[in-house]
């Protein structure tokens, strides 16, 4: 798929759902200033599943947060749907690696934190935490805190929340990496399930290679820092997907060799 830039329709008017736009960011630190990411344009579309990579230091935490509307690009935009992001929204579920759950409230509690924030009625609540708890096998949790859980199983509570908005995108920052190899392999299947049943649009940052090239449709590259878009692979490859596999293995091994 072309990039915008490559696109003869602008940003604004682009089908996408995501679409970014020549994403620029430069940070003041005391005598000089940084440039962490430059000229960055992609687009992803309804129900795609997008990881992006790149070398440690080149923006992705950054791009991630710009299009989560948590930090203002220096240039460029990004546009959902056609409307350009002025900070974060409701269209926009977020989980990050730090799991953020409330200590003090319970799994189900947690969950429903976005519909309060929304004036949900309880009722409607009650019925959406339900659906989420069931969407991530954890219903039988409902009522447990998290200093009870797993880390597999907080992470599960933190896509829970995201989903129980309904957004229509899902933002996650290396939600994975601070769980072991065994439990991220079986929440990488969970993830798969859950993106099949919601059909939601996602977008993924990892450090991992392999996991990209598990998950993805097509994974964005970005360069060394300041931070661009090396390539995009698509990856192409039916699901599931078996590390050991000649495909599989010469996908990640044409990723390794863009980032180095």
Not at 60 to 71: D, H
Not at 177 to 198: C, F, I, K, P
Request: hydrophobic letters at 40%; charged letters at 30%; proline letters at 3%.
């Amino acid at each position: 798929m072309a990039s915008v830039n490559d696109s003869d329709a602008s940003a604004e008017e682009s089908t996408a759902t995501v679409a970014v736009d020549g994403i620029g960011k430069r940070y003041e630190t005391g005598r000089q200033d940084v440039q962490a990411i430059a000229d960055v344009s992609f687009a992803v579309e309804d129900g795609e599943f997008v990881c992006i990579v790149g070398p440690s230091g080149c923006g992705k935490t950054t791009l991630f947060r710009i299009i989560a509307g948590l930090e203002d690009p220096t240039a460029g935009g990004v546009f959902l749907g056609g409307d350009r992001v002025e900070g974060p929204g409701t269209d926009r579920g977020m989980v990050f690696q730090e799991y953020g759950l409330f200590p003090w409230r319970t799994v189900s509690e947690n969950v429903a934190f976005g519909l309060e924030q929304q004036d949900v009625s309880e009722a409607e609540r009650e019925t959406r935490v339900a659906e989420m708890l069931d969407l991530v096998g954890l219903s039988e949790f409902a009522d447990a805190y998290p200093k009870e859980l797993s880390g597999g199983m907080k992470q599960r509570v933190g896509i829970a929340r995201a989903l129980a908005v309904d957004p229509e995108i899902l933002l996650m920052d290396e939600p994975f990496g601070s769980v072991d190899a065994q439990t991220r392999n079986m929440l990488h299947d969970e993830l798969l399930d859950v993106w099949a049943e919601t059909e939601k649009t996602v977008l993924f940052v990892t450090h991992d290679v392999e996991e990209a090239v598990k998950l993805a449709d097509r994974i964005v590259v970005l360069s060394e820092g300041p931070g661009s878009v090396r390539e995009i692979v698509d990856v192409g490859l039916d699901r599931p997907r078996t590390r050991t596999d000649e495909a599989f293995v010469e996908h990640a091994e044409h990723v390794l060799d863009l980032l180095h």
